[in-house]
């Protein structure tokens, strides 16, 4: 962990201050920085961001357990999350390494004027799921946490749902473990057709208005239905209707 504007004048079980570079999270004290995940006034406000974050954070990844984020529900479209994803996938780079990786902000959150679970997905496209000890470590730096040990059998974790043309199904997922960032990271395979999907999708709707109209419809039936799920496995594996819909302009080359 690290702070940007003053130096920590206080301790807290399981956080270490480092630099920028190395941290996981960084706190910015009085000016916004680019690097920051939190903005405080003053470091006098760290032992309050302590109770209400951080040591649940900490808790967490000591743990293995991700942030509890509650029933599906969406937001309107909030550019900041742009912004976390942009400083998220950053970090992320940095702590792998490993220029041969693709890094991309997906999912809703990623559109412009389209509503959302204030959730931030990112994905990482790498040469090969059998190779993946540097994206393991480099997520574990960055405060994320293997769904696999949590979840293995549920939707998307270890495997994607089999459509169109392809072959390779196999996936890794990671989510936050801090309470005040939620993101989830999907690590697929360059070129397999999820790793194409995901960011085919995302670009039909930020340039198609109706069918990000029609999207969103189907989210709010669906978070309607789903009012109460904490386990959001019901909600994501009926988004497979509307995917149906649209196979044939996920395929084009």
């Known amino acids: 962990m690290a702070l940007v504007g003053a130096q920590p004048d206080e301790q807290y079980p399981g956080i270490t201050w480092t630099g920028?570079?190395?941290a996981g999270l960084v706190i910015a004290v009085g000016e916004p920085s680019a690097d920051a995940d939190v903005v405080v006034a003053s470091t006098e406000d760290i032992s309050g961001l302590w109770e209400t974050r951080l040591s649940q954070l900490v808790r967490n990844l000591a743990d293995g357990r991700i942030a509890q984020f509650g029933a599906p529900r969406l937001e309107p479209h909030n550019p900041g999350w742009a912004v976390t994803?942009?400083?998220?996938?950053?970090?992320?780079a940095r702590f792998a390494a490993r220029?041969?990786?693709?890094?991309?902000?997906?999912g809703s959150t990623s559109v412009?004027?389209?509503a959302a679970k204030p959730i931030v997905d990112l994905q990482i496209g790498v040469p090969s799921l059998q190779d993946v000890d540097g994206v393991e470590a480099a997520?574990?730096?960055?405060?994320?946490?293997?769904v696999a040990g949590i979840a293995p059998d549920s939707p998307g974790v270890l495997r994607d749902n089999p459509r169109g043309e392809g072959n390779f199904w196999e996936k890794r997922l990671f989510a936050s473990a801090d309470p005040g960032q939620h993101a989830i990271l999907h690590v697929r395979q360059l070129d397999s057709p999820?790793?194409?999907?995901?960011?085919r999708f995302?670009?039909?709707?930020?340039?198609?208005e109706t069918l990000r109209g029609d999207y969103e419809r189907m989210k709010r039936g669906l978070v309607e239905v789903n009012a109460g799920e904490s386990n959001y496995d019901k909600y994501t594996i009926a988004k497979t209707a509307f995917f149906d819909?649209?196979?044939?302009?996920?395929?084009?080359a």
């Open 20 to 22: 920028v570079g190395e």
């Open 85 to 92: 994803a942009d400083r998220l996938l950053r970090r992320l």
């Open 99 to 106: 220029p041969d990786y693709a890094w991309d902000h997906i």
């Open 112 to 114: 412009p004027g389209l």
């Open 139 to 146: 997520v574990a730096r960055a405060g994320f946490v293997d």
């Open 194 to 199: 999820w790793w194409h999907y995901t960011t």
């Open 202 to 208: 995302r670009d039909l709707l930020r340039s198609d």
């Open 245 to 252: 819909t649209i196979q044939h302009r996920l395929n084009r």
